[in-house]
């Protein structure tokens, strides 16, 4: 079975930063699209930044964080990271970090989609 775990939520002020990393293990054979979502209290779940298996390998963002936000790759395998900066209160969410992986263990063969349980991130004026 796979599992992706997110840690480096937290509570910080206005304008500082964070970095969210998220890490994937199990019967991993590959991981495709990888990406962040959040959701605030009372909203719906949405997409902050995604890296996208297909096309190239392209990334797309959110417009109320591009600028601010940069989803990479982490420097262990199957990590991938969000570097926040400048952040404002209404980035105030639950982070969850989301993978399309090929698990081994599912048969037959295929991607599923995966989900973190989600990293606090508080920001304060």
């Known amino acids: 079975q796979v599992r992706l775990v997110e840690s480096g939520g937290g509570s910080v002020l206005t304008g500082e930063s964070l970095r969210l990393s998220c890490e994937a293990s199990?019967?991993?054979?590959?991981?495709?699209?990888m990406a962040w979502y959040r959701q605030a209290p009372g909203k719906e779940r949405e997409l902050v930044a995604q890296i996208l298996y297909y096309g190239g390998g392209g990334i797309k963002y959110a417009d109320s964080v591009k600028g601010r936000f940069t989803i990479s790759r982490g420097s262990a395998e199957n990590t991938f990271d969000l570097q926040m900066n400048n952040l404002k209160p209404e980035d105030t969410a639950v982070y969850y970090c989301?993978?399309?992986?090929?698990?081994?263990?599912?048969?037959?063969?295929?991607?599923?989609?995966?989900w973190g349980q989600g990293t606090q991130v508080t920001v304060s004026s």
């Open positions: 989301w993978a399309a992986i090929v698990d081994t263990s599912i048969k037959p063969v295929g991607e599923h989609d995966f």
């Open positions: 199990g019967s991993i054979l590959r991981i495709h699209d």
